[in-house]
């Protein structure tokens, strides 16, 4: 069998089988023979996000418990483990983001379009943030120029960008890539809004090109193969970089949020992908051209094929340019309210029983004995080597609860009332 076969997907989507990322590592002790064979090339991001992947859900790390207050049920529910390859935590943390950045859009119409360049580039920003960055700063700068010289009444104006970097496709080779939302149209210095609803995608196309052509010459001057690279896109590519135009996007809306930040916090691949694991192959499915397909790979080629698009730690996979930038947000937050394009909503802390609720249908804080709602009971939470507690049978009235213990257990003792509810045995 080869390592690396693709066939067409023959089957449905939703019959594919329902093994997880997280289950191959843990079965036949995949994650720890993994770990001796790739040892030299592990990043310690990796193996760190991966170990509390593997612990999400595990009462180690702290847990809450909620107390049926009619008939004394409890309910126990370990902390998150907020791992960047966890598709659990991804999701909740990808959502809450979304959340937070569909209330921070001005009410302007803004473009979503995705920025490419060559595959003989791809190499250099595997695993460089450095470079990776610079991919980001560049696409902020080719937008603010493009708009800023081609509006329609050529005024100098400065338009909001969110921008997204994708360092991989759905067949998870390294295929950086560029998301941005950018307004349609921008500020002048007077504080004046100026439309441009139309974008020269032509022009996007040459300018992009020359300006991360000229940034990757700059950052590496003494690489010769990027000189040639660089030679080969001026000669082949005279119409500039790929790009694609997605739709436009009229007001508020969180499904373009949602999708340009599906890799905000989230594994390289969703559960729902994997289709087979026979101990020494696994086989998953991605679309290519819009058709769906499979590819088969050895277990741990696999495995490495997903970690190596861990980002490294700190690195900002969303960032902020122009008028979005969060050092301008105060002043340009003002300036739009005065324009009637930006309306500051209150945002509404996340919340992880509305969340299960959507996402299930059933509301995870009702008991399943008697049906009635649970109360917030007792917290466990992780203080060095010790797990601490606060509540339970001390917890008579309310209390702040330590900087120490996680925001969103914070967040959820602050929505509800607590005290010592009488227990019925």
């Known amino acids: 069998m080869s390592m690396n076969r693709v066939v067409l997907l023959l089957k449905p989507e939703e019959e594919a089988s329902k093994l997880s990322f997280k289950y191959l590592l843990k079965v ?3 994650w720890e023979e993994f770990k001796k064979l790739y040892n030299a090339e592990l990043r310690p991001v990796e193996i760190e996000e991966v170990e509390k992947m593997l612990n999400c859900g595990s009462q180690e790390n702290g847990f809450v418990t909620y107390i049926c207050p009619h008939c004394g049920k409890q309910k126990v529910i370990p902390f998150s483990c907020k791992s960047r390859i966890c598709t659990r935590c991804g999701k909740r943390h990808a959502d809450e983001w979304a959340e937070k950045l569909n209330s921070e859009l ?24 450095i470079l990776q960055k610079l991919l980001m700063d560049t696409a902020a700068k080719a937008m603010l120029r493009i708009i800023k010289q081609f509006n329609t009444g050529k005024e100098d104006i400065t338009a909001g960008m ?3 970097l994708h360092p991989f496709g759905s067949d998870l080779k390294a295929k950086s890539h560029i998301h941005i939302l950018v307004t349609e149209g921008g500020l002048t210095k007077d504080n004046r809004w100026i ?11 040459k300018i992009w090109q020359y300006e991360i052509l000229k940034a990757m010459k700059k950052q590496l001057p003494e690489d010769t193969t990027l000189t040639a690279i660089i030679d080969w896109c001026y000669r082949n590519k005279t119409n500039g970089f790929t790009i694609f135009a997605k739709s436009r996007i009229k007001g508020k809306t969180k499904a373009a949020i949602r999708y340009v930040g599906r890799y905000v916090r989230h594994p390289a691949i969703s559960n729902q992908r994997i289709i087979d694991y026979n101990g020494q192959y696994v086989t998953f499915g991605y679309k290519k051209d819009k058709l769906p397909h499979q590819m088969i790979l050895r277990k741990f080629s696999f495995v490495r094929a997903v970690l190596k698009h861990i980002p490294d730690k700190h690195f900002k996979m969303v960032r902020y340019y122009g008028l979005y930038a969060r050092n301008l947000k105060a002043k340009t937050h003002k300036i739009m309210q005065d324009l009637k394009r930006f309306i500051k909503k209150i945002i509404l802390k996340f919340s992880w029983r509305e969340n299960r609720t ?10 399943e004995g008697c049906g009635t709602k649970m109360e917030l009971y007792s917290i466990n939470y992780r203080a060095g080597p010790e797990l601490k507690t606060i509540g339970g049978i001390d917890w008579i009235t ?6 120490y213990v996680v925001e969103e257990e914070k967040e ?12 019925q045995y």
């Open 106 to 129: 001005f009410d302007v119409v803004h473009r979503h379009i995705v920025l490419t360049v060559t595959d003989k580039l791809w190499p250099y920003f595997e695993h460089n943030s």
């Open 412 to 423: 959820e003792k602050n929505r509800h009332q607590v005290y010592m509810p009488q227990l």
């Open 28 to 30: 036949d002790n995949n």
């Open 398 to 403: 309310e209390g702040e609860i330590p900087d």
């Open 358 to 367: 959507r996402y299930t249908g059933s509301d995870p804080l009702l008991c």
């Open 195 to 205: 439309n441009m609803p139309y974008i020269d995608y032509g022009v996007i196309r």
């Open 162 to 164: 969110v921008v997204v």
